[in-house]
């Protein structure tokens, strides 16, 4: 078992940054991948950005994976001693309201999500 739990959302003017926090409990050794997913009402939820144990491995990976509508933008970290994966957003804009979920791969390929964060651009 995995629990995910998201913070740092909230309203933010175009242009504007926000961090959000994923911090994962449980069978955390068995995580192999983190990442962000995305989705607004009456929409298919969407990958925005994963990183996998590779990624952070000394030999390096393919680097972390981003969507093209956050590439540039937006930044993920991983700080695996405390369990905690990161999204910095910066320059954000109107299209990036959604409510952002964290999403952790195990064994087997289990898939763990989060409850969700509200993230709001607007004026």
């Known amino acids: 078992q995995v629990q995910l739990v998201e913070s740092g959302g909230g309203l933010v003017q175009p242009g504007g940054s926000l961090r959000l926090s994923c911090a994962a409990s449980?069978?955390?050794?068995?995580?192999?991948?983190m990442g962000w997913y995305r989705q607004v009402p009456g929409k298919q939820r969407e990958l925005v950005a994963v990183?996998?144990?590779?990624?952070?491995?000394?030999?390096?990976?393919?680097?972390?994976n981003y969507a093209d509508s956050v590439k540039g933008r937006f930044t993920i970290s991983r700080d695996k001693a405390k369990n905690t994966v990161y999204l910095q957003m910066n320059s954000l804009k109107a299209e990036d309201t959604a409510v952002y979920y964290c999403?952790?791969?195990?064994?087997?390929?289990?898939?763990?999500w989060g409850q969700g964060t509200q993230v709001t651009v607007s004026s």
């Open positions: 999403h952790a791969e195990t064994n087997f390929e289990f898939d763990w």
């Open positions: 449980g069978s955390i050794f068995s995580i192999n991948a």
């Open positions: 990183i996998t144990d590779a990624d952070m491995s000394i030999t390096g990976g393919s680097g972390p």
